[in-house]
């Protein structure tokens, strides 16, 4: 008897509703104009986003932004560390994915290598000398920046010499040319503004741009094919450029890291005196402004977000966001749970 008394009041309240009324109520569907209709359940998951997709009915960013956040949130969880054994080979400085076996790394004893992650091969790859390798006399310091261009063909990273910039060709990894007549101090940091065009960062205050022409690519693949040896060239900095040295400290105005923007052609750079400095990189080095941070213990690591336009600067306590759009005290910070730490990447 109860069964039958419920059936005929949904029946009774579909009828009240109209022809639509029965639908409505079995999805979920709230038709007055006071309250924000919401979308059935069943329409959110996974599944009726794959489904929806061949047709292209549905909102993909939305979808895209929901599963990035939740990959977020579940990853962390997944990884597993796994060491691998270098042997004589000092501490690791920089590293970058080459694919998705391949690691190449550089140490602090100057040292380039591949490591291959799943059977733990280790391959050095020669380094870069300078026209004149008689007058280097910099030991110790390693290898700082490794970087890819864009399209993935060429890497950057720090020569025999370690204020020389290194260039070699991907996926061979032959030498291509070597910058070897910008830096009078270590090269910090580097970003590639194009496929063709690098800036370095380094120890003396100073920015160097470099570019890889078409003539240096020819030149090498000809010596290469006919010395059946690699060969590789020497090139001039393009433009070479002094950070603002603040009265502040300015002993202390290091290149430390750079992040590039390359919707607006903008270049960040961060110093160890405690500012944030913006360049317009395109065919030169052009200054747009600096800002003072406001935590200014080991500047030494620096990112650009896409989605939100705002730089990332790590200190040794924080992380400071900066967008060049806003007023300089318009930084915002966060604190870091383990803040004797420091922050060597974001």
Request: charged share 20%; glycine share 8%; net charge positive.
């Amino acid at each position: 008897m109860a069964r039958k008394t419920v059936n005929r009041k949904r029946k009774a309240a579909a009828a009240a509703a109209g022809p639509g009324g029965l639908q409505g109520a079995q999805y979920g569907l709230d038709h007055s104009g006071h309250k924000r209709k919401r979308l059935p359940l069943v329409k959110r998951s996974l599944v009726c986003y794959l489904k929806g997709r061949e047709v292209r009915t549905q909102n993909e960013s939305s979808y895209h932004h929901l599963l990035h956040g939740y990959a977020a949130q579940q990853l962390p969880g997944l990884l597993k560390e796994r060491e691998f054994y270098l042997g004589t080979l000092n501490k690791v400085f920089a590293s970058q994915w080459l694919n998705y076996r391949q690691v190449v790394c550089g140490t602090k004893c100057n040292t380039l290598f591949i490591v291959d992650v799943q059977n733990g091969q280790i391959t050095k790859i020669p380094i870069l000398k300078d026209r004149d390798p008689g007058l280097v006399n910099q030991q110790g310091c390693g290898i700082h920046a490794i970087e890819l261009n864009p399209s993935r063909t060429l890497l950057a990273t720090g020569g025999d010499n370690p204020n020389s910039l290194a260039i070699y060709r991907l996926p061979t990894l032959d030498p291509v040319c070597v910058g070897d007549d910008g830096h009078t101090d270590w090269i910090f940091s580097i970003a590639w503004i194009s496929d063709t065009m690098a800036v370095s960062g380094s120890r003396d205050g100073s920015m160097g741009l470099w570019e890889v022409t078409e003539d240096v690519l020819s030149k090498s693949d000809t010596r290469h094919n006919i010395s059946k040896v690699p060969v590789y060239a020497h090139i001039t900095h393009r433009a070479l450029k002094d950070i603002p040295k603040e009265n502040t400290n300015p002993d202390n105005c290091k290149v430390r890291a750079l992040a590039f923007n390359n919707k607006n052609k903008e270049l960040g750079a961060v110093s160890l005196d405690g500012y944030f400095h913006l360049w317009k990189a395109e065919h030169t080095l052009s200054k747009l402004l600096s800002t003072k941070l406001p935590y200014c213990r080991e500047n030494v690591c620096l990112a650009y977000g896409q989605e939100w336009s705002v730089y990332a600067v790590g200190s040794q306590a924080h992380v400071s966001f900066l967008d060049p759009r806003q007023p300089s005290h318009n930084v915002k910070s966060i604190c870091s749970k383990e803040q004797s730490s420091g922050k060597k990447l974001v």
